[in-house]
């Protein structure tokens, strides 16, 4: 029998979690037999050059063009916003590797043969975990990336969804790859944190809003090493960026969560008075006279969105 290509693939400019998932788990279904390849959608978060030229990992840029018609496609770390290349059509989709949450857009995907969405710190766990189930070893390079990815979409395994299966995902990887060191974990922390000015907006991610029956949100996030110093210098352009971003979305209501990855807490700050209504109102965070609310554990931007989507929209769950 022929076995088509399957493209394993995230949403537009991925995160560390997303590109992990696509180069490792693409490389585990080859080792099972399959025919299998990833696909970067757009530019990486920074983080993403930052481990791999660390590491000296080269990533493979498929074009949209090298794409089999007949291809099927897994999508790894699915953020629930239905947010694929356009190449990708849903019932060609037939596997979902994510942790995000269940989402209403999954009634897209009627050709879905495997289905995981476990609320763990990564996806990177779930796809580490399919190595250790399958008793086969990650390269190296899959090993590194698998290891960083839930490091950092788990803030050092110190962000509220971590689970004990992220802990045991980063012990067995660190026993897979020598090259795997803790000590690095700060320096890619400072070094994500230097975000240039052109960049800041990417970084940001603030180009998706929430849309609810009543209203649309944009949360945007910062993960930085020293966010109080970092926002005594880039105050003003985060707000500025905010609500050029409000009007552009068309969005109701734009905060952006501060997530200070080294120290462990997280400053909320929202682009207008409307905004900040609107995060007491949900979320119960008070504000101090510089309209930051700074809560002394980390909450992450999916925390909030899971926040959002049972409140407001109780069909979803
Ligand atoms: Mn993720």
Redesign the pocket.
């Known amino acids: 029998m022929i076995h088509k290509v399957r493209i394993v693939t995230s949403y537009h400019e991925p995160?560390i979690?997303?590109i992990a998932c696509m180069y490792a788990y693409a490389e585990l279904l080859n080792k099972q037999g399959e025919n299998a390849q990833y696909f970067i959608w757009g530019t990486p978060k920074q983080e993403v050059s930052i481990v791999c030229n660390m590491f000296g990992i080269t990533l493979k840029y498929l074009k949209p063009e090298q794409i089999a018609e007949s291809s099927e496609f897994v999508i790894v770390?699915f953020n629930g916003k239905d947010q694929l290349h356009g190449s990708i059509e849903p019932n060609k989709v037939i596997e979902i590797i994510d942790?995000h949450g269940l989402s209403k857009t999954l009634q897209n995907y009627t050709s879905i043969q495997r289905l995981q969405i476990d609320r763990v710190g990564?996806?990177a766990t779930i796809v580490t975990e399919r190595y250790m189930q399958s008793k086969l070893t990650p390269s190296r390079e899959s090993a590194i990336l698998l290891f960083y990815g839930i490091i950092s979409?788990s803030i050092n395994l110190k962000s509220n969804i971590t689970k004990q299966r992220d802990i045991n995902a980063c012990k067995w990887l660190k026993t897979v790859c020598k090259d795997i060191s803790d000590e690095k974990i700060k320096e890619i922390f400072i070094k994500k944190s230097n975000i240039e000015d052109d960049n800041l907006r990417f970084e940001m991610e603030c180009e998706l809003p929430n849309t609810f029956p009543d209203f649309k949100v944009i949360i945007a996030q910062l993960e930085v090493a020293n966010i109080e110093e970092f926002l005594k210098e880039k105050k003003q352009q985060i707000l500025n960026i905010m609500q050029v971003a409000k009007k552009e979305k068309d969005v109701d209501y734009i905060f952006v969560n501060c997530v200070d990855i080294l120290n462990g807490y997280i400053i909320v700050f929202p682009a207008d008075e409307q905004s900040k209504q609107f995060v007491t109102k949900t979320f119960g965070y008070e504000f101090n006279e510089n309209n930051e609310a700074r809560i002394n554990r980390i909450i992450q931007r999916k925390d909030m969105t899971a926040i959002l989507r049972e409140k407001y929209n109780p069909k979803m769950n």
Do not use: M, P, S
Request: proline share 0%; aromatic share 0%.
């Open positions: 995160d979690d997303g770390d942790h990564a996806a979409n």
